[in-house]
């Protein structure tokens, strides 16, 4: 198993419903699935603000997390995120 850590602000929650609505299909490509959620995270350490939500996400491997965010396919997805607002992901593992 592995995790990719997901930061995002929204800023465009038009493009985040949007998004919302196709995510899960593309996760599930790759056998991943949200582990943990929060629209109201705390960030206990360091001088950035903390984002606005976060999500932990679980990958069957790290091949699966990179086909899942490289993947033509899923371009189009991965744009309405980005189009949501400020976001940042972290694989861990």
Known sequence: MIYAFVQITVTDPEAFAAYGKQASGALA???????????APTRLEGEAPA??????????NRDAALGW?????LADIHALRRKSGPCE???IG
């Open 29 to 39: 490509k790759y056998g991943a699935k949200p582990e943990a959620m929060s629209t």
């Open 51 to 60: 984002p606005g939500r976060a999500v932990l996400l679980a990958f069957p």
């Open 69 to 73: 965010i490289n993947d033509p396919e």
């Open 89 to 91: 992901i972290t694989l």
